[in-house]
């Protein structure tokens, strides 16, 4: 023991006395060796799985996946290319009768399940109301329609599953889930590539809870939190695409005794400001849609047109402009809403802003942000007879004939035709205020970047056109 001793304090003497003589380089290597450990923690550069973890919003059940998750799982018979089109994606093309009540896909050869069996037609699970699926042969998926309707394709992008499983034709596999009673709290994905991560998707209730589970570390990215949230920091960054399937709009109740003037509907349009940083909406169709109109006429922080149409409403039996018109806003756009109620007030208006939370059945003016189809097929937002979901009570026979043959007609370029129509009888009737597409953001740890880069166009379109 004593032997031992001896020797630990001699080598202990030893070391000391080189670290005196080599201090410089002693402080360098630990630097260093800090250095190295802080950024394989925050950026794991070295080793380690690769597994991405994400947060969304929102209650789910196994049965009702959102799209950011059945992306990765599996592909719809079809899905729209870049200008808006519907193309084939599981099925090679289509056939449709004259009336476009029959539709008979045809899949693509050598298509396999995760399980790598292969895919039959009969396998696929597809449940739309009110329309009879049959399978003629193993490759073949037919449809009819009680109703003509030429959008039908449009309607067949979500994913496909396997009957009885949750199996699809996507890069990844469903390999785990956990609930709270009924309700998703986590899954995981495996990759069937090598190359991509594992991903974790844990699901929260509400935006606060969201935010608080990726402060806590619990999660390394988090998906579609407004942008009015201040997330940021040295190891803290943001992806921002154009969400072309919403539109952030004013909806105006047209049976309102005030705003029932088109005059003073028009006004408020041309008054309504520009959001700067987003994407201005011309009309409800998207810029890049085939269907959208390239000559319609310009709205938004049009002074000089806002006065021209209030004296209109003056000249067209308004009794009074002081009437009081309260603009209802979500809490998530009250700053939108502020601008707007500003830009209004500048024409003399007396305008109120009330912040109300989910969707007022009764309003006058309402700033909201609504859901739109890939197709230009908007029959149930704007059609006289669709009580339930025209909020804006929306009336005008040429709209509505537009709407009609848009679905019914089978040729691209008549169908473009009256599309173009009913944009510019939109426009001019002024139902609504189409101000903007509002941005999907995702934050995220900067350390989760390049699995992220991996994934995520995989899981949100808009993402794979931006990168």
Same mark, same amino acid.
Request: glycine share 6%; charged share 20%.
């Given at each position: ?60 059940? +196994? ?6 998750? /059945?992306?990765? @799982?599996?592909? $719809? ?5 870049? /200008? ?49 699926? #049959?399978?003629?042969?193993?490759? !073949? ?23 009885? /499983? ?18 998703? !709290? ?20 509400? +935006?606060?809870?969201? @935010? ?47 705003? $029932? ?12 400001? +520009?959001?700067?940083? +987003?994407?201005?909406?011309? #009309? ?8 959208? $109109?390239?000559? @319609?006429k310009d709205y938004l922080n049009d002074a000089d047109q806002a006065k021209e149409a209030l004296n209109r409403a003056k000249n067209s039996g308004i009794s009074s402009l002081d009437k009081q018109i309260i603009l209802t806003v979500t809490p998530q756009l009250e700053i939108v809403g502020e601008r707007v109620v500003s830009a209004w007030k500048s024409l003399g208006l007396n305008v109120v802003m009330r912040a109300e939370s989910g969707i007022a059945q009764n309003f006058q003016a309402l700033l909201v942000v609504q859901n739109i189809p890939t197709d ?12 339930? !979901?025209?909020?804006?009570?929306? #009336? ?48 995220? @740890? ?15 379109p808009q993402f794979a056109k931006s990168n």
């Open positions: 023991m004593f032997e031992f001793n001896s020797q630990f304090r001699i080598f202990s003497l030893i070391v000391i006395n080189l670290i005196k003589r080599k201090m410089w380089i002693f402080l360098g290597v630990v630097t260093a060796l800090v250095l190295l450990t802080i950024f394989q923690i925050q950026f794991n550069i070295l080793w380690g799985k690769k597994i991405l973890s994400e947060g969304l919003v929102g209650t789910y059940q +196994e049965a009702d996946l959102p799209l950011e998750v /059945t992306k990765l @799982l599996s592909q $719809g018979l079809t899905k729209t290319d870049q /200008t808006g089109r519907t193309v084939g994606d599981l099925a090679a093309g289509w056939e449709v009768n004259n009336d476009a009540t029959t539709f008979k896909f045809k899949l693509k050869d050598n298509l396999r399940w995760a399980d790598n069996l292969n895919l039959k037609s009969g396998d696929l699970d597809i449940n739309i109301p009110n329309v009879e699926v #049959s399978f003629p042969d193993e490759k !073949t998926v037919e449809f009819k329609l009680k109703e003509p309707y030429s959008p039908f394709p449009s309607l067949l992008v979500s994913p496909i599953f396997k009957k009885g /499983t949750r199996l699809g034709t996507g890069p990844y596999r469903l390999t785990a889930v956990e609930k709270s009673r009924i309700f998703l !709290t986590k899954v995981t994905l495996s990759p069937l590539d090598a190359k991509l991560p594992e991903l974790i998707i844990r699901f929260y209730p509400n +935006e606060k809870t969201a @935010l608080t589970g990726f402060s806590l570390g619990e999660v390394q990215s988090l998906f579609g939190v407004s942008s009015n949230q201040n997330l940021s920091g040295p190891f803290i960054s943001t992806k921002q695409a154009t969400d072309y399937s919403k539109i952030v709009t004013i909806l105006y109740n047209t049976k309102d005794p005030f705003l $029932g003037n088109r005059s003073l509907r028009q006004a408020l349009s041309f008054s309504a400001p +520009e959001i700067s940083g +987003e994407t201005v909406a011309k #009309s409800p169709i998207p810029p890049f849609s085939w269907a959208y $109109g390239t000559d @319609l230009p097929d908007q029959y149930f937002l704007w059609h006289s007879t669709q009580d339930k !979901t025209n909020p804006t009570k929306y #009336s005008q026979a040429r709209a509505d004939k537009d709407l009609e043959d848009g679905r019914k007609l089978s040729n691209a370029g008549e169908r473009k035709n009256a599309y173009i129509d009913f944009q510019k009888v939109l426009l001019e009737d002024s139902p609504a205020t189409f101000l903007y597409f509002p941005k999907y953001s995702v934050v995220y @740890l900067k350390k989760a970047e390049t699995n992220l880069n991996q994934v995520l166009p995989l899981q949100l």
